[in-house]
């Protein structure tokens, strides 16, 4: 299982744009990724191409969410989510 | 075959193009209705996933078609539609026999639920998540999506009435007019086919009769729409596209001889404000408060009331400010000030009568208007809305005097105060017409009805008769005369304006957007037409026939296209 923190860099948190271009990246991945907000358990992660998961993710601007995934490539996969979810989409 | 429908016009323009209805909204399924006979529940959610699928995939292409926020807002509703939690919690549902229609429908309603207890941005994007599951639903049932129809080609929208969640995403580049069955001419229709440039018709009955394919002129200026148009209603339309374009209204209303009339805006913010000084309104005819006072559950502090106003006195340094005190009341409710289970708001406890019920808002806003009107250059006149009777009007004037309000003035909108002018007008140092409550109550006609919206015209002769009665009441005040303006949807109609002008209304107030057609058309005129115009307008017998006799002698108005 490999694992990632995060923290939430755009201004509004994970929400509109920013949770958007998230849940469309973690969707077109053929790993199945989760995300919770640290310290929470892991058996309660979310489906992190769910965008309405994600909304009720609550994950505000720095934030710190930990991704998980399985399988081939799932490094470098949680490395792009990663970089997503610390770029400041308000920025753009 | 040529078939005429008569309604009433709410935006100026003539165009021909295909009719889209408007589809009907997808009614709920019924609560844990069982799986249709002979399918499986596999066979269910398959059908469910690919409906799902379909919408997803049409969201997709409209964004990859839009641009900005509008193709955020699709992109993030395509991500909804192919939400795998949403499907899964469907699928629960399906797979313990409920069919594919009512697993989304309650599955979505469990999220909708979910978003709207987070409030704030997440309560908005509930609205989203039921638009999918409406989506969906139109998919599994092989009707129409609901929303403004997607066509190829530019079309005349239909329906029975719009509504402000319908006409969010009315592009002006794909929708050539708006034709309802329902509605009056302040409906919602009105007002965005007003504030987009598109030529409406509403109260328009027998249009419900119009098909998708059927091709339609929409005369937007005559109220008419005509299936299958002739060479004459093409003649219109191109004489329409091929119209002058109103030249910028330089920023100073005048009659063609010179005779100054004032044309300002009416606003109802400090955003509206700056808008409408960049449009070159000489100042704000009607400064509608309620805009801090709505939506709320409580009176807004003294802070807020004077930052407020001060946005829109400092948009009008130098220039008048008419600010109105708070309109509460009829379509306007307040939690704390007005009382809802009122057998006839219209006529009940609203506007300047709710000091009464509940003393203190007013003396406190005026306090607000007072020190806003400190230190900032603009010259604020203040006014009271619904003020019946001369006793009225002179309370009112004392409340100013004693905030230190120098100009008080009072809305002419019951009629009683337009039979009593003179009376109520000599207490105050001005009055300004509200024409559309005068003709709502003159006509005894509810402004929110459509099938009354006949009556709900102020070039109804009583209403005009009124208006006239009103200015000869400013005119004959004790101790002088005293200006009288309009600040209704009757100064933003440029042929009414003529009439007003000649009626001896001294000032015209109107959405910032119908300043060039009002200054234009005022532009062709000398005031001694214009009170000829008047003349004719009171002899008539209709409101048509006052407003044709009118258009008659204003052949600028065709000339403009309005």
Redesign the interface.
Known sequence: MAERTATIASRVGLHARPAAIFAEAAGDLDLEVTIALEGEPADEALDASSILSLMGLGAEYGTTVVLRADGEGAEAALDRLVEILETDHDAE | MSRSFAGVGVSAGRVIGPVRRMPHPIAAPADGAPLPGGTSAEQESARLADAARTVAAGLRERAAAATGDAA?VL??TA??A?????LKAAVKLVDSGTCAESAIWEAADA?AT??TA?GG??AE?ATD?LDVRARIVAELRGVPAPGIPDAEEPFVLCAADLAPADTATLDPARVLALVTSDGGPQSHTAIVARSLGLPAIVAAPGTMDLADGDVVFVDGIDGTVVRDPGAEEAALAAAYAARIPLPDFTGQGRLRDGHRVPLLANVGSGADAVEAAAAGAEGVGLLRTEFCFLGRDTEPSAEEQVRAYRAVFEAFDGSKVVVRTLDAGADKPLPFLTDTTEPNPALGVRGYRTDTAVPGVLERQLAAIAEAAQGTGAEVWTMAPMISTPTEAAAFAARCAAAGLRTPGVMVEVPSAAVMARHVVSEVAFASIGTNDLTQYTMAADRQLGPLAEFNDPWQPAVLHLIQTTCEGGAAAAGGPRPVGVCGEAAADPALAVVLVGLGVSTLSMNRRALPAVAAILGTVDRSDAQRIARRALGAGSADEARTLVRAELPDLDAYGL
């Open positions: 955020d992109k993030a991500l909804m192919s939400d795998k939690t949403l999220v979910q978003l987070l941005y997440m994007r998540v």
